[in-house]
């Protein structure tokens, strides 16, 4: 997401290759007025947006620097709205959440990503199946929880949602439980009855917090539907989803500008780890090229134990890294979500996310290929690869159904990848990366 903004953002800088020159600052701002309204921002809100990047230009030198932090600073002022960021936790447990948005906006999923969020950050999470009006709507949720292994509170057949609300809220008290998410019923279009039905689930479970689930790619629709909601049940946040489909952006300036709600989360994926906070800063960051540290480290500090991140690093010094561990690394990277996301975060590394696409770390061919290899060997050889000679290596080829020469390339590539990790684990290791790529000599 986007993409169009931050593109049109680096064309508009490089009109502005003269100090003081207030022709080209001029030119600049006209390409990113047609660049915002193309990518859906309010009229309304790309006037004030490029009226405040013009006086704080103009109120000293006009020139490139100054024109990118004068729109870094007011873009985050922008998608900076009055509230919370990221999770809240009440004071006391559970936190209940009410999950609220139209049909297809992905609110359901949504909400099995956000309990996914809070699961890897060592929270019990309660799911409340109170969307009765979707044919399958439970089940969907069912099928999801079962797959996350996420704690599912349902009613066979039950029609009111406002009994399984109630019950689910005794049991996450009963049973100790961090947070609560309640999933409620959307309609095709904003009715009466839907809203009638979600204030009685709120007047019933009185939520710590209403979370908004707007699609992303729904532009001006998308904030007048929030707007409405807001109206109707005090929203405290929005969460975009599918916000890795949409290159626009038009939707979060709008909602967190002309209604004044905090965009608290995005959806950057189809798999349940594809979540993360909306730190308007960070996203800002992102969008000039200089990455988002901050939230790369967060997702890392999630995912890996440091006990076993510092098991793993004795194992790589002594050389002892074996196939089982390789295994359960990429098990854990593949909760990191997809690489165009996590290149992205990385600063200057913002062109190459785009080049890369939405690489699948769990179903890209070569990974499936080397899942399979791997899992054709014996507990042995998984932990002593000197163990694979040739027989052994024409029956992982049969196993995983690829060539010999393939599975050979694969364990070579293992071994080099092994002791190139060892050596630089040792004391000097930067050190000497820094003469390998001063001398050309990073190995292949």
Same mark, same amino acid.
């Given at each position: 997401m986007f993409e169009q903004i931050s593109e049109s953002f680096r064309s508009a800088v490089n009109k502005l290759k003269i100090i003081d020159d207030e022709k080209a600052l001029k030119n600049a701002l006209d390409t990113l007025k047609k660049a915002l309204l193309k990518s859906d921002v309010h009229h309304k809100v790309t006037k004030e947006l490029l009226s405040l990047i013009e006086t704080d230009v103009k109120s000293g030198t006009i020139g490139q620097k100054q024109f990118l932090d004068a729109i870094k600073k007011n873009l985050t002022d922008v998608l900076t709205a009055p509230g919370n960021q990221g999770f809240v936790f009440a004071s006391k447990p559970p936190t209940v959440v009410l999950m609220a948005g139209l049909q297809g906006s992905g609110k359901t999923t949504t909400t099995v990503k956000l309990a996914n969020y809070l699961k890897l950050r060592k929270k019990k999470v309660l799911i409340a199946a109170c969307d009765l009006q979707r044919l399958a709507a439970v089940e969907q949720l069912k099928q999801l929880c079962e797959a996350n292994e996420l704690d599912l509170y349902y009613i066979e057949d039950e029609t009111n949602p406002i009994k399984v609300a109630k019950n689910a809220l005794e049991k996450a008290k009963k049973e100790l439980y961090d947070v609560l998410l309640v999933d409620t019923a959307g309609r095709l279009a904003i009715d009466e009855e839907l809203m009638e039905e979600i204030k009685n689930v709120k007047n019933t479970i009185n939520p710590d917090e209403i979370f908004y689930v707007a699609d992303a790619m729904s532009g001006q629709d998308g904030v007048r539907s929030a707007s409405t909601f807001n109206d109707a049940l005090s929203i405290t946040g929005v969460i975009l989803s599918k916000f890795d489909a949409d290159t626009k952006g038009g939707v979060a300036l709008g909602i967190a500008k002309q209604i004044g709600i905090p965009l608290r989360f995005i959806g950057t994926g189809e798999k349940s780890s594809n979540i993360e906070g909306f730190i308007p800063d960070r996203i800002v960051g992102r969008i000039m090229g200089e990455g988002d540290l901050a939230t790369l480290v967060e997702k890392t500090n999630a995912i890996f134990d440091e006990k076993d991140v510092k098991d793993i690093t004795k194992k790589i010094k002594k050389g002892k890294f074996t196939f089982t561990d390789f295994l359960n690394q990429l098990e854990s990277v593949k909760k990191l979500g997809n690489m165009k996301n996590l290149i992205g975060m990385i600063p200057g590394m913002g062109n190459?996310?785009?080049?890369?696409?939405?690489?699948? !770390?769990? =179903? +890209?061919?070569?990974?499936?290929?080397?899942?399979?290899?791997?899992?054709?060997?014996?507990?042995?050889? *998984?932990?002593?690869?000197?163990? !694979?000679? =040739? +027989?052994?290596?024409?029956?992982?080829?049969?196993?995983?159904?690829?060539?010999?020469?393939?599975?050979? *390339?694969?364990?070579?590539?293992?071994?080099?990848?092994s002791k190139l990790a060892k050596k630089f684990s040792n004391k000097g290791a930067m050190k000497n990366m820094a003469n390998m790529m001063k001398n050309n000599q990073i190995p292949r």
């Open positions: 190459m996310a785009s080049k890369i696409g939405d690489m699948d !770390l769990e =179903n +890209s061919k070569e990974i499936l290929h080397i899942k399979a290899m791997i899992n054709s060997m014996t507990p042995k050889e *998984r932990e002593n690869p000197e163990l !694979l000679n =040739n +027989s052994r290596k024409r029956r992982l080829a049969q196993g995983a159904g690829l060539e010999q020469v393939e599975v050979n *390339r694969f364990i070579k590539q293992f071994s080099n990848a």
